[in-house]
């Protein structure tokens, strides 16, 4: 069973910045492409990014396209999001997980097989 714990959460006025992390209890970094989401209060739980095993890949929600960047180093089993220019609405518990194939990203929460605690952000204006 795979386990994925994220970090990096915390509160940040408008404008700053935050570095995500999600670490997985084995290596299914070498075995699985990585997806963040995230879920604010009372809305769908909805995709913000996600990368390939081999990072050859990656995607991005329209609405972080400049501001968030996914990478991952599967030698610590580590992947991260870094957060640029936060905006209240960024506002949500952020979650990563972990799917099968690993060549492929899913934007759908239902295509990840894994799933971490999460970890909240609060971004005030």
């Known amino acids: 069973q795979v386990q994925l714990e994220e970090a990096g959460g915390g509160l940040v006025q408008a404008g700053g910045s935050l570095r995500l992390s999600c670490t997985a209890s084995?290596?299914?970094?070498?075995?699985?492409?990585m997806g963040w989401f995230r879920q604010a209060p009372g809305k769908d739980r909805g995709f913000v990014a996600g990368?390939?095993?081999?990072?050859?890949?990656?995607s991005y929600a329209d609405s972080v396209k400049g501001r968030f960047i996914i990478s991952r180093d599967n030698a610590k089993n580590t992947v991260y999001l870094q957060m640029n220019s936060l905006k209240p609405e960024d506002t949500a518990v952020y979650y990563c997980?972990?799917?099968?194939?690993?060549?492929?990203?899913?934007?759908?929460?239902?295509?990840?097989?894994?799933w971490g605690q999460g970890t909240q952000v609060t971004v005030s204006s």
């Open positions: 997980a972990a799917r099968r194939p690993p060549s492929t990203v899913s934007t759908a929460p239902g295509g990840y097989n894994y």
């Open positions: 084995e290596r299914p970094s070498s075995a699985y492409a």
């Open positions: 990368m390939t095993w081999s990072g050859g890949t990656t």
